[in-house]
């Protein structure tokens, strides 16, 4: 659980209306508050002899879950993981696509603890973006990259100016640098007709001799074999 998630509110929204759904379930519940950013990442590196974990976060919190999920050098098993999501954050993407956008906060909390406690389970694509320190960084919503993205991540230290912080945050940083740009590389894959690119054709038969031609063949019309 990210305590901070939603200004703090998230850990009250959590503990009023998740807990007790998870407690009535049966469910047996262990609860970690994560410190600092980043610690969502690390607890899933080494997490072990679990069935499910579910995220009380945003988007955010999700992400950095997904992250440390599929650095483990046995992705392969961990990414059969079930991962619930718990959305009292901010931004909550993800729960709103897989429930229904127009829910209001608290309906969608509460069906969402339900989706867990019915294991109901859906897939999803993942986006992994490489970075320059050599470690892929994981997504599943979008991708917020560039000078308003970084502004943004300094907001909290303008606490201060209140309801005001979020726009003097972006009116600091451009005073401290600009112009502001960002640059990068993008490349995709656009996707396939069928599976022109999964599939791989038989091979072709090897050729008759030429005798061959003047035998009869017949066919097996219960396995479809020639003999």
């Known amino acids: 659980m990210n305590p901070a998630a939603r200004d703090s509110e998230g850990r009250k929204l959590f503990e009023k209306h998740a807990a007790p759904l998870l407690h009535l379930a049966g469910l047996q ?3 970690v508050k994560t410190e600092h950013e980043g610690q ?9 002899d679990t069935d499910a974990v579910v995220i009380a976060g945003g988007d955010g919190s999700l992400c950095e879950a997904i ?4 650095r483990r050098p046995d992705d392969d098993q961990t990414i059969k993981l079930p991962i619930g999501i718990c959305p009292v954050g901010k931004t909550n993407t993800i729960a709103r696509r897989m429930l229904r956008g127009d829910l209001s906060d608290i309906r969608l909390l509460g069906d969402s603890m ?7 389970t859906q897939t999803f694509d993942v986006l992994s973006i490489a970075s320059d320190q050599g470690k ?6 979008e991708i917020q990259w560039g000078p308003l993205r970084d502004a943004a991540e300094k907001a909290s230290k303008y606490w201060y100016l209140g309801p005001l912080k979020k726009r003097a945050t972006y009116v600091i940083s451009s005073l401290k640098e600009w112009p502001q740009y960002a640059r990068g590389k993008l490349s995709y894959v656009l996707p396939c007709e069928g599976c022109s690119k999964c599939f791989k054709s038989p091979p072709p038969p090897p050729p008759q001799r ?3 031609s003047f ?3 017949e066919n097996n019309t219960k396995g479809n074999i020639k003999y």
Do not use: D, H, N, Y
């Open 29 to 31: 519940v262990s609860i």
């Open 40 to 48: 969502t990442k690390e607890l899933m590196a080494v997490i072990s």
């Open 67 to 70: 992250t440390g999920l599929l």
């Open 114 to 120: 339900l989706a867990v406690i019915r294991e109901e």
């Open 136 to 141: 892929p960084v994981f997504a599943l919503a």
């Open 210 to 212: 030429w005798w061959q």
């Open 215 to 217: 035998l009869k063949t």
